[in-house]
């Protein structure tokens, strides 16, 4: 059983480090009454130390070969789907009412961000995620403004949560070694979220970002130019502005103003 090897095309990294997965397994407080999601089970590495808690865990995992090693996992309070998780609907595998919900997973890296689009987009109330993902992204996900990493998403991520980069995660804790550095990224829900559509925030920010180099006047022309511009000086905000040099709160300001 051993012997399945990982496969390229699911995006397999088997994290081996025992020290890393108990330090990821332990990243929230899980208590009896919580539930923890993980997505790509795999062989199971994480899953063992997730399932020692007293949460309520839900596993996904769409590889059919790693039912041997994951159905030892399920209990009445523990319980494996094997299927693809992009194609789940969420509502409707959460029926119950937890205290706290959490996901942490070691997750695909070519689709990382597929994957936290569907779990925003799907309406569970998620506290927290601790995510195990390729370094480059967690640098795009904890940016700051005026970086390079600074981006669209970054800001989409803020609307929802506090993020922040626990520890790098080196390639030779996983087999077969990734040929990236990899890091774990901690996401706290924040407190008071601002209500918008969040889908048309998301659609707003992309096009506030699909030309970098561009200013913010390019970016959006289909716009009414003098409502941002009023929001643009009363923040202190020139009118050749670039996207990357405006924080979430400013774009909240823009989009409930021009929306």
Request: hydrophobic residues 40%.
């Amino acid at each position: 059983m051993d012997n399945v090897k990982a496969k390229k095309s699911l995006g397999q990294n088997f994290l081996k480090d025992e020290n890393i997965l108990k330090k990821i397994a332990n990243s929230f407080p899980l208590e009896e009454g919580d539930l923890v999601v993980e997505i790509g089970s795999g062989k199971g590495a994480l899953t063992k130390h997730l399932a020692q808690s007293k949460a309520s865990l839900l596993c996904y995992e769409v590889d059919e070969r790693m039912r041997p090693f994951l159905s030892t996992y399920e209990s009445s309070t523990s319980k494996i789907i094997f299927d693809d998780f992009l194609k789940r609907n969420l509502m409707d595998d959460i029926t119950k009412d937890y205290n706290h919900s959490y996901i942490i997973a070691n997750i695909p890296y070519y689709i990382t961000t597929p994957i936290i689009e569907h779990v925003l987009q799907s309406g569970i109330f998620i506290d927290g995620m601790t995510l195990l993902v390729q370094k480059e992204v967690a640098l795009r996900f904890t940016a700051i403004p005026k970086s390079k990493d600074y981006g669209y998403f970054t800001v989409y991520l803020k609307h929802f949560f506090e993020a922040k980069k626990l520890f790098d995660v080196p390639a030779h804790a996983f087999t077969p070694p990734p040929k990236v550095t990899s890091s774990v990224v901690q996401f706290v829900r924040k407190e008071n979220i601002v209500s918008l559509d969040v889908v048309a925030f998301q659609s707003f920010l992309k096009q506030c970002f699909s030309k970098k180099r561009k200013t913010l006047r390019n970016n959006l022309k289909m716009c009414d130019w003098n409502k941002i511009l009023s929001v643009l000086q009363k923040e202190g905000f020139s009118e050749s502005v670039r996207a990357e040099e405006l924080s979430y709160e400013v774009f909240v300001e823009l989009f409930l103003e021009v929306f």
